[in-house]
């Protein structure tokens, strides 16, 4: 019996397989939600080339000046928190790209100079791939700050399985993607980099007490694995090696499903997300709370 | 007219801070009187935005002209609307970058950078 469950897959830098395998563990399940978090460069949609149902606008709001009831007072240059305002002579210099949106100029400005006005962040699509519910997010070029982007497309909230399909590294994007998952699969490759990315992301998971575990990607057998290394001296639960494999790497970059084209890759994708739903489970029990 | 100049340190023979945001002092050096006094930097450790507050500060100190190695394009943007000349420091000390530009030796800085903003 399938329970409610959202995993984020994560990795410290891009290219390890977070795509891979969030849209082969939604594509397994009988009923899911994959959400692309990767709001700078999204590819799920590569893969399942969902119809898409709807778009939405995501906008934030940024102070605009009215130069001509602005007297100099200075309370807000001196109240924003990120210096996001200056005053030079009469002018009021506002830049959009420090400022955080958090009102507190428009709110204290005494003459109502400044205003917030809505200003567009990027795009949310929802679409649909066979029984998976495909999300994903476009942030807008020249833009500075995804956050907000992210979170609007968290907003929703879904039933049954959910798989978060993670930006790369362990910043600000990362958190809040990760920030409602209920377990976080790690992806690494066999790299010395690689290990030093994953330690880099297991230091996220762990400062925010979210279950986690390792998936080894591209292994080659026989061959020293500095991640591997990494989780057994760390006590990271590995869940599984995914070897390096041409055919795999040839059915991705044509944008084919690996667990739709073959056998072999649907009974590995399927004992995968059985094995997360399995110690999901165990690691709610051990943390009810959570 | 005031000169503004980044330092490492409180004194003329500090080298010049290769930051300007960040720097930890500013020399302003009076072309009149031929004083210099040192300023703290209390945006350096500001969490963004240093480089906007540094300017501001340093507008509010009725400048003239900057010399730094390097400048953020919003740094630039509010010495740019105060109408302070830039130029581009030597790789000297405070003095002698007072100096260098006293005897015409300084060029204009060409280039501004993008900025650190956000640190994902």
Partial sequence: ?290 | MIIAIPAEADSLDSATCVSFGRAPYYCLYNTETESSTFMTNLAADSAGGAGIQAAQDLVDQRIGTLITFRLGENAAKVLQAAEIAILKALNLSVADNIAALQEGKLAPLEEVHAGFHHGH
């Fill in chain 1, 1 to 290: 019996m399938a329970t409610d469950l959202t995993v984020a897959v994560l990795s410290g830098k891009g290219g390890t397989g977070k795509t891979l395998l969030s849209v082969n563990l939604a594509a397994v399940a009988q009923k899911a939600t994959y959400i692309d978090c990767d709001v700078e460069e999204p590819n799920g949609h590569l893969f399942f080339k969902p119809t898409i149902l709807s778009e939405r606008v995501v906008t934030i709001p940024k102070p605009v000046v009215e130069q001509s009831l602005c007297d100099g007072c200075r309370i807000c240059t001196a109240a924003c928190a990120f210096n996001a305002l200056a005053l030079i002579g009469k002018q009021l210099l506002v830049f959009n790209e420090v400022c955080h949106s958090c009102g507190l100029c428009t709110t204290l400005c005494p003459k109502k100079a400044l205003t917030e006005v809505e200003q567009p962040l990027g795009v949310v699509r929802e679409g649909q791939h066979g029984t998976v519910s495909f999300e994903d997010g476009i942030f807008d070029i020249g833009q500075s700050e995804a956050v907000p982007l992210i979170k609007a497309l968290l907003r929703n909230k879904h039933k049954d399985l959910v798989v978060i399909d993670s930006p790369p590294g362990s910043g600000c994007l990362v958190s809040e993607a990760i920030s409602g998952a209920d377990f976080c699969l790690l992806v690494a490759e066999p790299t010395r980099f690689g290990a030093h990315n994953l330690a880099m992301v297991h230091e996220l998971v762990q400062i925010l007490g979210k279950p986690c575990a390792v998936l080894l990607n591209k292994t080659v057998e026989g061959a020293e694995n500095p991640s591997e290394e990494y989780a057994r001296s760390h006590g990271l639960s590995i869940m599984g090696s995914l070897p390096y494999d041409r055919t795999l790497a040839t059915l991705t970059s044509e944008g084919l499903i690996a667990s739709e084209e073959l056998d072999h890759y649907h009974a590995f994708f399927s004992g995968l997300l059985e094995t997360i739903r399995k110690e999901a489970a165990d690691a709610s029990d051990t943390h009810p709370q959570r």
